[in-house]
C-alpha cells in the first residue's frame, strides 16, 4: 500500500485527487493546500521554487511513497529542483497542449493558464516542440483561482469575469481550449455555458494519475487487499473550510474513506 502525497496552491489539486480516488481508490492520500499563500501563479519564481520544495519535503517526512505536485505553476517553477532533492516519484502536471494540438481541427488552441505558467521555459520549451501548423492563443487567467479558492466557480462575477479572459480566445476561433490550472477543471459548467458545447476542453488529470500508476508499478509499491484508503486534508489556512470545499467540488464519494483533516502549523 503506497502513501501518496498530493500538493497544490489551495483547492485546485482536488482535481487531480479526485481522478486519483477514481483511478487508484486503495492507496492511503495526504492533500496538502497551501491556501494561506494562494495564488502562487502571481508569485515570484523564486518564492514559488523554495515554498514548493518546503512543502514537499514536508510530504515526504510524512512517510509519502510518491508526491503528485498537482500544481501547474509549482510544476513550472520548481520540479526539476523538487527531483534532485527528493528521493521518491515527483510526478507533476502541465498545461495539455500537446494533445490539444493532435485534437485541434482547425489548428487553433486556447490556453487558460496562469501568468507564471504560461512565462516559465518549461512551458515555452514545451510549446517549441510543437509543430508550427497549430496557433496558441496563451491567456493568463489573472483573478480566476482566488474566485475559486472563495467558493465561487459557479458565481456571476467568476463568470464575468472569465468571460473577459475567454473573449480572445473566442475571437480568435479556437476550437480546443487548455485547461492550464488544476483548479479551473471546476470551471467546466461555467466555461459551456459562455461557450456552448463544441469547444474541446483539454485536461490533463486523467494522464497525471496514469503516470502515478505506472510509478508505483515500477517501485514495486503492492496495491493493498481493501478497496478504499485513507484521506487525511491538511490546510495552511483552514482545514474545515478545505474539507468542505473538498466535498463540494470533488466528484467522488469520500465517505466511503476514513477522512480526516489537520491544519498545517510552522512551515
Same mark, same amino acid.
Not at 510544476?75 to 507533476?92: E, F, H, M
Not at 490533463?204 to 487525511?232: D, F, M, Y
Given at each position: 500500500?503506497?502513501?501518496?502525497? !498530493?500538493?497544490?496552491?489551495g483547492?485546485?489539486?482536488?482535481?487531480?485527487?479526485?481522478e486519483a480516488?477514481?483511478?487508484?481508490? /486503495?492507496?492511503?492520500?495526504?492533500?496538502l493546500a497551501?491556501s494561506?499563500? @494562494?495564488?502562487?501563479?502571481e508569485? =515570484?519564481?523564486?518564492w514559488?521554487?523554495?515554498? =514548493?520544495?518546503?512543502?514537499c519535503?514536508h510530504?515526504?517526512?510524512? &512517510?509519502c511513497? *510518491?508526491? !503528485? !505536485?498537482?500544481?501547474? +505553476?509549482a510544476?513550472?517553477?520548481?520540479?526539476?529542483?523538487?527531483?534532485l532533492?527528493?528521493?521518491?516519484?515527483i510526478?507533476g502536471?502541465?498545461?495539455?497542449?500537446k494533445?490539444?494540438?493532435?485534437q =485541434?481541427?482547425?489548428g487553433? $488552441?486556447?490556453?487558460l493558464a496562469t501568468?507564471? #505558467?504560461?512565462?516559465?521555459d518549461?512551458?515555452?520549451?514545451?510549446?517549441?516542440?510543437?509543430p508550427p501548423h497549430?496557433?496558441?492563443i496563451?491567456?493568463?487567467?489573472?483573478?480566476? $483561482?482566488p474566485?475559486? /479558492?472563495? &467558493?465561487?466557480?459557479?458565481? /456571476?462575477? %467568476?463568470l464575468?469575469l472569465? *468571460?473577459k479572459?475567454?473573449?480572445?480566445?473566442?475571437d480568435a476561433g479556437a476550437?480546443?481550449? !487548455?485547461?492550464?490550472? #488544476?483548479?479551473?477543471?471546476?470551471?467546466?459548467? @461555467?466555461?459551456?455555458?459562455?461557450?456552448?458545447?463544441?469547444?474541446?476542453?483539454?485536461? +490533463?488529470? /486523467?494522464a497525471? $494519475?496514469?503516470?502515478l500508476k505506472?510509478q508505483?508499478?515500477?517501485?514495486?509499491i503492492?496495491?493493498?487487499?481493501?478497496?478504499?484508503?485513507?484521506?487525511?486534508?491538511?490546510? =495552511?489556512?483552514?482545514?474545515?473550510t478545505?474539507? %468542505?470545499m473538498?466535498q463540494?467540488?470533488?466528484?467522488?464519494?469520500?465517505?466511503?474513506h476514513?477522512?480526516s483533516?489537520q491544519?498545517?502549523?510552522?512551515l
Amino acid at each position: 500500500m503506497a502513501l501518496i502525497g !498530493v500538493f497544490d496552491s489551495g483547492v485546485g489539486g482536488l482535481s487531480i485527487l479526485d481522478e486519483a480516488l477514481d483511478q487508484l481508490p /486503495e492507496h492511503d492520500y495526504i492533500y496538502l493546500a497551501d491556501s494561506a499563500n @494562494a495564488p502562487y501563479g502571481e508569485r =515570484s519564481s523564486e518564492w514559488i521554487a523554495a515554498r =514548493s520544495l518546503a512543502l514537499c519535503q514536508h510530504l515526504a517526512h510524512e &512517510g509519502c511513497d *510518491a508526491i !503528485v !505536485v498537482a500544481c501547474n +505553476t509549482a510544476t513550472a517553477q520548481a520540479i526539476k529542483d523538487i527531483r534532485l532533492k527528493i528521493n521518491i516519484p515527483i510526478i507533476g502536471v502541465e498545461p495539455g497542449i500537446k494533445p490539444a494540438a493532435m485534437q =485541434s481541427l482547425n489548428g487553433i $488552441v486556447g490556453v487558460l493558464a496562469t501568468e507564471a #505558467t504560461l512565462s516559465s521555459d518549461k512551458f515555452n520549451a514545451l510549446l517549441a516542440t510543437l509543430p508550427p501548423h497549430c496557433r496558441f492563443i496563451k491567456q493568463a487567467g489573472a483573478g480566476l $483561482v482566488p474566485l475559486i /479558492e472563495a &467558493g465561487k466557480a459557479d458565481g /456571476e462575477d %467568476t463568470l464575468e469575469l472569465l *468571460a473577459k479572459h475567454l473573449e480572445p480566445i473566442q475571437d480568435a476561433g479556437a476550437d480546443t481550449l !487548455v485547461l492550464g490550472c #488544476t483548479h479551473y477543471p471546476f470551471l467546466r459548467k @461555467a466555461i459551456r455555458k459562455l461557450l456552448g458545447g463544441s469547444i474541446t476542453l483539454i485536461d +490533463t488529470s /486523467e494522464a497525471v $494519475v496514469r503516470q502515478l500508476k505506472r510509478q508505483l508499478e515500477i517501485n514495486t509499491i503492492a496495491t493493498p487487499e481493501h478497496q478504499h484508503g485513507s484521506i487525511i486534508f491538511i490546510s =495552511s489556512k483552514d482545514e474545515g473550510t478545505l474539507l %468542505t470545499m473538498a466535498q463540494d467540488l470533488m466528484s467522488c464519494d469520500l465517505s466511503a474513506h476514513y477522512v480526516s483533516a489537520q491544519y498545517l502549523g510552522g512551515l
